[in-house]
């Protein structure tokens, strides 16, 4: 398997709900990132862990919380968020965090395309 | 922190035309320089990169040139073809360095007129 997915591919959601995307790899990647997308802009960096544990939190709002159960899966749970929220938010893996020896390719989920309301 | 600016940010060629999309970065530490397209509604994909330690790198139509002097990188497609019309966003990092992150241009929109 070479691929990441995530589900679900669309969500819409109201401000006070609270929800959760997953994201799953089975190639043996041992980091994980989020990326939100806007329309017609590049992915921004949210979270990255390394080996199940969080190692880089872009200042982004605690109404997103990450979570890695294993180094397979990627969680991301979502409480009382704006309507500036909406994007298409990206899972991402790679062998590792990289470095100057590896340079590892991340490979991207589908996404899912998030709306709040 | 790295900046990486990307132009044209459109680009119309006609089939068989060649295009080519440039970038340059700031922090002169960035070792590594992937190109990702987009097609709409899609995931990013990788089509080629390029290590701090290499000048040029070809994939059948499609090269990446890097000039670390100047701190830019180029895309270069020849023979364009329909199926190659999309976004296409350059990136660096400094792997292995002090933010170990990919930061990415602003991408290009390319569409190929057949």
């Known amino acids: 398997d070479t691929e990441v997915t995530q589900t679900p591919k669309h969500l819409v959601m109201g401000m006070t709900n609270k929800k959760s995307l997953k994201c799953e790899q089975h190639m043996g990647h041992r980091a994980m990132y989020w990326y939100k997308q806007k329309a017609k802009k590049p992915p921004e960096l949210m979270f990255v862990y390394s080996y199940e544990k969080l190692s880089i939190n872009e200042s982004v709002p605690s109404r997103f919380s990450p979570e890695c159960p294993n180094s397979s899966l990627l969680n991301l749970h979502l409480h009382a968020l704006q309507p500036e929220d909406s994007a298409l938010y990206l899972c991402?893996?790679?062998?590792?965090?990289?470095?100057?020896?590896?340079?590892?390719?991340?490979?991207f989920g589908p996404g899912t395309r998030l709306t709040v309301l | 922190g790295e900046n990486v600016e990307q132009h044209p940010s459109t680009l119309s060629v006609q089939e068989g035309d060649s295009a080519v999309i440039k970038c340059t970065y700031s922090d002169s530490a960035s070792n590594y320089f992937p190109w990702y397209k987009q097609e709409l509604g899609k995931r990013p994909q990788l089509i080629i990169d390029?290590?701090?330690?290499?000048g040029e790198k070809k994939d059948q139509r499609i090269a990446v040139t890097l000039n670390k002097t100047a701190k830019h990188f180029s895309l270069h497609i020849t023979e364009t073809q329909p199926e190659d019309s999309a976004v296409y966003f350059c990136a660096a990092s400094d792997y292995g360095g002090a933010t170990n992150k990919l930061i990415f241009g602003t991408g290009t929109l390319l569409a190929v007129q057949p």
């Open positions: 390029i290590r701090s330690n290499v």
């Open positions: 991402a893996s790679s062998q590792d965090e990289g470095s100057a020896r590896t340079f590892n390719e991340q490979f």
